[in-house]
Nanobody, 119 residues
Framework: QVQLVESGGGLVQPGGSLRLSCAASKSIDSFSLMGWYRQAPGKQRDLVATISSGGSTNYADSVTGRFTISRDSAKNTMYLHMNTLKPEDTAVYYC?????????????WGQGTQVTDSS
C-alpha cells in the first residue's frame, strides 16, 4: 500500500495562490496515474487534475488556466499550483495514486489537506 501525504493547504484570500504537495512513500514512476481531487462540505469528491506516468495532464474545466499539476520523480512528490483562488475552490484536497499489483488496479488516497478561500 502506498502512503500519500498532502501538505500546503491553508487559509487564503480570494485571488491568492497556494502550492499543494503530495509526498509518496515509493517511486511515483510506478504509478500509472496520479491526481488531485477535492471535496467540499456536503458534496461529492470531484476530479481537479491528473497527470499520467508519461506526463500527460488533464484538468477540470473549473480550474483550467488557474491550476497546474506537476510531479518531481526525484522527490516522489506531486504538486498542485493553485492560482487566482476563488471561494468555490474551498474544499479538502486529496492526493490519489493509481497503480497495478498483479491483475489488480489499486488506487490509494492521502488524508487530505484543507484549502479555505475566504473573503
Amino acid at each position: 500500500q502506498v502512503q500519500l501525504v498532502e501538505s500546503g493547504g491553508g487559509l487564503v484570500q480570494p485571488g491568492g495562490s497556494l502550492r499543494l504537495s503530495c509526498a509518496a512513500s515509493k517511486s511515483i514512476d510506478s504509478f500509472s496515474l496520479m491526481g488531485w481531487y477535492r471535496q467540499a462540505p456536503g458534496k461529492q469528491r470531484d476530479l481537479v487534475a491528473t497527470i499520467s506516468s508519461g506526463g500527460s495532464t488533464n484538468y477540470a474545466d473549473s480550474v483550467t488556466g488557474r491550476f497546474t499539476i506537476s510531479r518531481d520523480s526525484a522527490k516522489n512528490t506531486m504538486y498542485l499550483h493553485m492560482n487566482t483562488l476563488k471561494p468555490e475552490d474551498t474544499a479538502v484536497y486529496y492526493c490519489n495514486a493509481r497503480y497495478i499489483i498483479g491483475p489488480i488496479s489499486n488506487s490509494d488516497w492521502g488524508q487530505g489537506t484543507q484549502v479555505t478561500d475566504s473573503s
